[in-house]
């Protein structure tokens, strides 16, 4: 089993609308968590840390659930520019940054 | 403020040759991580430079080694290229004891090995 597992996609959705990706990690250690967002062949970008009261960064909303050990990520508004791959990530102290493989997702318009 | 840099940005490798990548982390920052990312997956870690030293590695073999600088520049060196190792390499640099482990990358090396 993948440390951090995500749905690959590709979601495909319209301009305006809302989107949500969950992602699921095995370490009950974990400490950390993130979003990172990757657009092609560029390196990923902190997009916004996760903590356990959630978390809302203009447009995007961010959640973890410890109990169940997922981590989500809502996208309301949906702009072109929010095309890319989403990176979950998760951190066990002193362990490295663990990387989902990514959700692309893809804003029609 | 300077962010993290890297180079060269696109490399073409024989197999069996080796290569040296480098880094330049943020400013202001003292900690330097080493990722592969090979295409269609999430970046996979190497190692962590802090203080000069190597303070975590991850699952790769010895062919893959690195150096921190007293200006917490970085190098990663890869031995005995194999095919495999085609992938982009990023590096993301880090300040230790914020407790945050917020990490920023690169614009990473492109490595394709022949």
């Known amino acids: 089993r993948k440390e951090v597992e995500q749905d690959p996609g590709p979601f495909n959705v319209p301009e305006g609308a809302t989107v949500a990706f969950n992602c699921t990690y095995s370490?009950?250690?974990?400490?950390?968590f993130f979003w990172y967002r990757q657009d092609c062949r560029k390196e990923p970008k902190l997009l916004m840390s996760v903590y356990s009261s959630g978390n809302e960064d203009g447009r995007f909303t961010a959640q973890l659930n410890r109990a169940s050990q997922y981590i989500s990520l809502l996208i309301r508004d949906s702009k072109l520019s929010d095309s890319a791959t989403y990176l979950c990530v998760v951190n066990a102290w002193p362990r490295e940054l663990i990387f989902g493989t990514g959700t692309l997702l893809a804003v029609q318009p | 403020d300077a962010g993290v840099t890297q180079s060269p940005t696109h490399l073409i490798k024989t197999r069996g040759q080796q290569v040296t990548l480098r880094c330049s982390p943020k400013?202001?920052?003292?900690?330097v991580s080493w990722y592969q990312q090979a295409l269609g997956q999430g970046p996979q870690f190497i190692f962590q430079y802090y203080e000069e030293e190597e303070r975590q590695r991850g699952n790769f073999p010895d062919r893959f080694s690195g150096h921190q600088f007293p200006n917490y520049s970085s190098e990663l060196n890869v031995n005995a290229l194999l095919l495999g190792d085609s992938a982009l390499y990023l590096c993301?640099?880090?300040?230790?004891?914020?407790?945050?482990?917020?990490?920023?990358f690169g614009p990473g090396t492109r490595l394709t090995v022949t």
């Open positions: 370490n009950s250690a974990s400490q950390s």
């Open positions: 993301a640099s880090s300040l230790a004891g914020t407790g945050t482990y917020e990490q920023y």
């Open positions: 400013s202001g920052h003292d900690t």
